[in-house]
């Protein structure tokens, strides 16, 4: 710790994880289903006392395992209560964990100039950016799969003795998180390379098999507890969504996807780096050189096909352990997710941080012996920070007329987002707002006297770093607070308050799903979890609410089972109403 504590490298990305990380977690509102649903499980866990299965959403039990759930409810109830930011911090905390222990895995096999690029290319490729604000399992998941591979691959430099305790404890938490995929892929990671190392294949496979079986301790003694208190109906959840779920078997259709998906994820995933070897391309000969043809090709076309595949190999198994390593994991967890029908861009994250390494291998090479495409790549990135600040005036001017968006579904929510645009003002936006275009004038005016070497790496991370810092500080928040109903769910909150009587939900959509239904996620969490099931309860009075689609197609079967409706309050989103309802 002394020695962490004194390399400078990893003081420097500490701070740089904190501040660019830490200030804007409470800065976005809910606005999708997925993160008050994990939210209002901790919700419940600290109000109900439930801390196994909970119960939330008008009896719905939690899809996952429920580590992240006591993160975000340990954090929460020092924080006092459960927060957009108090939900976000395990996330925000797994994905700076990753960070730098992957900085010190590298830095100690290699140097810390490349580690320190490796981890900053990994912090800012946008999947994992992303992830790690928002209150869902998947970034604490990749944290410690990815953090257990470094644990097994140091107990494998120590001659594989003993038990890696801080390895299986990792994935322990793993399949708490996320069922047992949280230790299958350190294990099988971990067990690839050493049988490409010519490990004895059952020395091996018993030894991992061991390790594994000892992480499923924990998830073991709370199945038991979750299935006492759960029954079938959490035998059935738990079947799809850890094996219906790979072997393409689920009761309902869930992210199926051809596995040429998992490519398009990690291109998009890993944007704004995706956008540096697209500049490569222009700078590549690409008119071929007379030379020797390589062994094997003069017996035919497949004799040199075989000849230069074995040549690669050979190559692939000369890398240094550590590269070796990193190698086999980014190919094996792709490999891996391309098998199940369900796929998410989520669910490639553990191999990020490998993608990362090489890459910045790649951006130090450039750097030194071809700096005129990291150039090239920190000019786009400049125009890229004018164009915004040019596309905010025009906005702001008000010259972007509301016709442009048309009278389809989603015009009124982007005419909402464009006026949010509009009234932006302050010091403090304006600060945001120049950040990127300063950073992008500076690079016109002085970065580009950088002819190589760090100075033009660090260059371009700046630039990066400023694009996210605005982003996140201003642009997103002020876009998707837009969609979010907070505000509404005061309103409800005001028309429809508790004292007065339960509120309810029908969604049509939802009481006919075969699995994962829906509900009124953000307002339910909003109201601290008092959202009941009209559907199954049948009250005989209280507050419904519902969308005005729904109530139309419904009304009648309403009224045959003796129900009386009176409209309390319209939404200004989604169509949302309250009505006060009685039986007869």
């Known amino acids: 710790m002394k020695t962490l504590l004194a390399n400078k490298h990893f003081l420097l990305l500490l701070l740089i994880c904190v501040l660019t990380i830490l200030p804007f977690l409470g800065m976005t509102e809910y606005h999708t289903k997925g993160e008050p649903r994990e939210s209002i499980v901790s919700y419940t866990m600290l109000t109900g006392d439930n801390w196994t299965l909970p119960r939330n959403n008008g009896g719905e039990m939690a899809y996952k395992p429920p580590f992240f759930h006591w993160c975000v409810a340990a954090v929460s109830a020092l924080n006092g209560a459960v927060t957009e930011a108090s939900s976000r911090l395990p996330s925000a905390l797994a994905l700076i964990l990753m960070t730098l222990w992957g900085f010190v895995f590298y830095a100690r096999r290699t140097h810390s100039s490349l580690a320190l690029t490796a981890a900053l290319v990994t912090l800012t490729s946008f999947e994992l950016h992303r992830a790690g604000g928002n209150c869902r399992v998947d970034m604490v998941l990749t944290a410690l799969i990815v953090c257990a591979l470094y644990a097994l691959f140091r107990w494998y430099e120590k001659g594989m003795k003993g038990i890696p305790w801080i390895a299986v404890l990792l994935m322990g938490m793993g399949t708490m998180t996320k069922g047992p995929i949280g230790s299958i892929l350190p294990c099988l990671g971990i067990g690839l390379f050493m049988l490409l190392r010519k490990q004895p294949f059952w020395r091996t496979f018993l030894k991992l098999c061991g390790f594994g079986l000892l992480s499923l301790l924990l998830y073991g003694a709370w199945f038991y507890v979750a299935w006492q208190q759960g029954g079938d109906e959490f035998l059935s959840l738990m079947y799809d969504e850890n094996i219906g779920r790979m072997t393409g078997t689920m009761s309902y259709p869930a992210h199926d996807f051809h596995w040429t998906f998992n490519i398009l994820t990690v291109i998009l995933g890993y944007i704004p780096w995706t956008l540096l070897p697209l500049i490569a391309l222009f700078f590549v000969k690409w008119k071929g050189k007379a030379g020797t043809a390589p062994s094997g090709c003069g017996e035919g076309k497949t004799a040199c096909v075989v000849g230069a595949l074995r040549g690669w190999w050979q190559k692939l198994l000369q890398l240094p352990d550590v590269e070796f390593f990193s190698l086999v994991n980014l190919v094996s967890i792709f490999v891996f997710y391309c098998i199940p029908s369900s796929k998410r861009s989520v669910y490639l994250m553990p191999i990020y941080p ?231």
């Open 354 to 584: 490998f993608i990362g390494y090489f890459l910045a291998k790649w951006i130090l090479w450039m750097a030194s012996q071809r700096p005129k495409i990291l150039r090239a790549y920190a000019s786009l990135l400049a125009v890229l920070t004018a164009l915004l600040f040019v596309v905010f005036i025009i906005v702001k001017m008000q010259l972007i007329p509301e016709s442009i968006f048309g009278s389809g579904r989603h015009a009124e929510a982007n005419v909402q987002m464009l006026h949010a645009l509009e009234q932006i003002g302050g010091f403090g936006s304006w600060c945001l707002v120049l950040l990127p275009t300063v950073a992008g004038m500076a690079w016109w005016t002085m970065g580009r006297r950088v002819q190589q070497g760090t100075p033009l790496v660090t260059a371009i991370l700046a630039l990066v770093f400023c694009l996210y810092i605005s982003l996140d500080g201003l642009y997103t928040p002020t876009v998707v607070n837009t969609k979010s109903l907070k505000t509404i769910s005061a309103e409800i909150d005001r028309v429809a308050p508790a004292s007065q009587g339960r509120l309810y939900e029908y969604i049509e959509e939802g009481v006919k799903a075969k699995g994962d239904p829906l509900h009124f996620f953000e307002v339910n969490f909003y109201l601290h979890d008092r959202i009941g099931s009209f559907y199954h309860e049948k009250p005989q009075s209280g507050f419904l609410l519902i969308s005005l689609r729904d109530m139309e197609s419904n009304s009648a079967v309403f009224a045959r089972q003796g129900y009386r409706f009176e409209p309390v309050y319209q939404a200004s989103k989604r169509g949302l109403m309250v009505y006060r309802f009685s039986r007869q």
